[in-house]
């Protein structure tokens, strides 16, 4: 089983820059497609982007399309979110999660979330 630990969060500006990790641990990242996701407050949760075990798939949801990056070092079971241009509405907790081996979608392992402000 994979355990999975964000960070990088935290309070910037409109127009800032941030870029969140996420590190795996207890088996090899290259087993798992991942994705980062992101909770507002009394918002659903939604998925901002996901790239495939080999890297070479990625998916951005439209808000986020042009301005976030996904993309995975699996030497360093480190997969990474940067974000450019960054609006009030990106502020959310932010999780990276994995597939359950064999899957592409069905995340089933999650970290505990970095939280991502951003003032106007």
């Known amino acids: 089983q994979v355990q999975l630990v964000e960070s990088g969060g935290g309070l910037v500006q409109a127009g800032d820059s941030l870029r969140l990790s996420c590190v795996a641990s207890?088996?090899?990242?290259?087993?798992?497609?991942m994705g980062w996701f992101r909770q507002a407050p009394g918002k659903e949760r939604e998925r901002v982007s996901s790239?495939?075990?080999?890297?070479?798939?990625?998916n951005y949801a439209d808000s986020v399309k042009g301005r976030f990056t996904i993309s995975r070092d699996d030497a360093k079971n480190t997969v990474y979110l940067q974000m450019n241009s960054l609006k009030p509405e990106d502020t959310a907790v932010y999780y990276c999660a994995a597939a359950r081996l064999g899957t592409s979608y069905e995340y089933g392992y999650w970290g505990q979330g970095t939280q991502v402000t951003v003032s106007s």
């Open positions: 790239i495939s075990r080999s890297g070479t798939n990625t």
């Open positions: 207890g088996r090899t990242l290259s087993s798992y497609a």
